[in-house]
């Protein structure tokens, strides 16, 4: 239930729109979503393919899941809010 909570939070956060929404921020919030989504679906694979000839101890897979959902998602947060930083620094 608390991954839960956490990995909506962060979904919430990461596609909650910025004041000064432009062009550049659009294309840096894809970037990383596209990144943690290509990761979260290797992730998943990985997980599938350890798990093939494993008949045991499968209360795991979901919260396995969920918390590479919300790593993946953590991740793409911090990318596009610290590449916004970086820009915004950079201009001043």
């Known amino acids: 239930m608390i991954i839960s909570v956490f990995n909506l939070a962060l979904f919430l956060i990461f596609f909650s729109k910025e004041k000064t929404e432009d062009e550049f921020s659009e294309q840096v919030r894809f970037k990383a979503f596209a990144y943690s989504f290509v990761g979260f679906v290797a992730m ?16 795991w897979s979901n919260f396995i899941i969920q918390a590479f959902m919300g790593g993946g998602l953590l991740i793409a947060t911090l990318y596009f809010y610290f590449t916004l930083y970086k820009l915004r620094k950079e201009n001043n």
């Open 44 to 59: 998943c694979c990985a997980l599938g393919a350890s798990r093939i000839n494993d008949s045991g101890n499968r209360d």
